[in-house]
């Protein structure tokens, strides 16, 4: 995208095109602006203008540039910590309630899918969060044990069928998630930019938001050549936030990941690895991950930014480690590379703010945006449609936060991973 196939690698060759757009120019008038294209935005235009509000949605580059052209496509349930952690963190109300949105999140997006007919791969054979050591597995223990009292679909697999399922023996068992499963991540973005034009709302790329001014009861958002004047606004600019309202991205801690693609394997390859074709990673700390995308390459990532000295070693430490993991592969090579940014947030749960009169926002995915963006642009619309009170959203309305020291530690994490692949992490 934008000429730089480090920003969107293989996804940007494998999807079909976006919807035709232009840019904002002149003044237009809506019931709600929202500001951001990717899954929370799009999804919440979609809702509203089924739901008959006049909607202009506003992206500062292209559909899905932001995370959701970029990620793994890990359609997940749940957040990353613990289910019985999100009511202790959240409270009872809003922690139960966050948990069946989230747990849920997987099911709107197969729904959402089929019924705009989106072409984007969707795989629905559930995911793999594979072992590593004794930890590792205790821990998946506990997630299957909670899911489990939940009734949903998860279960701790041992160590000889995660070995069949994923193709390698590295592995001390894996949890399986049957909720879950893979998509083409961009291609479902601009699937949803179909289905929200088709049901009414416009959507205008190359409109980046600069400025925000309340006159009367209406905001005025404005852009390089036009304006909008909205009852609402529902920013969904997540971690690739900014102006006017830059709160959301600066609570969080930019954290780099990186995806690397293999060229397609051959019949016999894809038959040994993951013949299910779920969607891996593993428990380690700096956690690496891997899937098939439609055309047989396998996608391999880990924390890390690919510029600078990171381009080489996170290149050469996923060469290695890929060759490790699946010793039948032989010598790697891949075709595509391609990096993004993750906002985490520092208990790892997204926020909900109101960062003006009726301006609303969900941020804070740390990296689980595709299930949580779905379900929390649906709440958005409810909430501005008048559907869902305050009181009954799925997260308290919290100021957001200033977390300290965040250039630092973003620096930190960055240089961290690149000696920790430079050091070896799985070689
Ligand atoms: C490498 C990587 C791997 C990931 N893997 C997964 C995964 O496997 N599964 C999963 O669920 N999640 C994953 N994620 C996280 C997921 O991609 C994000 O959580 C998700 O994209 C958030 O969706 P969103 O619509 O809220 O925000 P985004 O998709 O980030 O969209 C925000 C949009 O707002 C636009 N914008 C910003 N400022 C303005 C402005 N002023 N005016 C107009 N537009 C503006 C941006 O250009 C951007 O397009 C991953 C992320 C990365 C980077």
Not at 27 to 36: H, L, N, S
Not at 213 to 238: F, K, N
Not at 330 to 348: C, K, L, P, R, S
Not at 414 to 419: K, L, N, S, T
Request: aromatic share 8%; with cysteine; glycine share 12%.
């Amino acid at each position: 995208m934008q000429n730089d196939p480090l920003s969107h690698g293989l996804w940007e060759t494998t999807a079909p095109a976006a919807p035709p757009t232009s840019s904002l120019t002149g003044q237009a008038k809506a019931d709600v602006a929202v500001v951001g294209c990717g899954y929370t935005g799009l999804s919440a235009a979609l809702r509203l203008a089924e739901a008959g509000a006049k909607v202009v949605a506003l992206e500062a580059v292209e559909i899905g540039f932001g995370g959701a052209g970029r990620n793994v496509g890990y359609v997940n349930a749940g957040m990353w910590v613990m289910p019985s952690e999100i009511p202790k963190a959240l409270g009872a109300d809003y922690g139960e309630r966050a948990l069946t949105l989230l747990g849920g999140g997987p099911a709107v997006v197969w729904e959402t899918i089929d019924k705009y007919a989106i072409d984007c791969d969707p795989v629905r054979n559930g995911t793999l969060h594979c072992a590593v050591g004794r930890s590792g597995l205790a821990d998946n223990g506990e997630r299957a044990r909670q899911w489990g009292e939940r009734g949903a679909p998860v279960r701790a697999l041992s160590a000889a069928e995660t070995a069949k399922r994923v193709g390698s023996e590295v592995y001390a068992g894996s949890l399986l998630d049957m909720r879950a499963g893979t998509i083409q991540p961009l291609a479902y973005a601009r699937g949803l930019a179909r289905a929200a034009i088709a049901a009414g709302a416009a959507v205008h790329t190359q409109s980046c938001v600069r400025a925000a001014e309340r006159t009367g009861r209406s905001w005025t958002l404005r852009t390089d050549a036009g304006s909008v004047v909205a009852d609402w606004v529902a920013v969904a600019t997540e971690a690739y936030g900014g102006a006017p309202w830059p709160q959301g991205r600066r609570e969080q801690i930019l954290l780099p990941y990186f995806n690397f693609a293999t060229r397609p394997l051959g019949a016999d390859l894809q038959a040994s690895i993951l013949p299910g074709r779920e969607g891996c990673w593993d428990t380690r700390k700096i956690m690496s991950y891997f899937r098939f995308d439609r055309d047989g390459r396998l996608v391999f990532g880990s924390v890390g930014a690919l510029r600078g000295t990171g381009l080489a070693i996170h290149r050469a430490w996923a060469k290695r480690a890929l060759e490790k993991i699946f010793p039948q592969i032989g010598a790697v090579e891949f075709e595509h590379q391609w990096y993004g940014m993750i906002g985490m947030t520092d208990n790892a749960l997204p926020r909900f703010h109101r960062l003006a009169e009726n301006v609303v926002t969900f941020c804070g995915y740390n990296g689980r945006g595709i299930g949580t963006g779905a379900v929390f642009g649906r709440v958005l619309a409810d909430h501005i449609l008048g559907r869902i009170a305050e009181k009954d959203l799925p997260l308290p309305v919290t100021e957001p936060d200033a977390p300290t020291l965040p250039t630092l530690k973003e620096a930190y994490y960055e240089a961290g991973a690149q000696i920790a692949h430079a050091l070896g992490g799985w070689v």
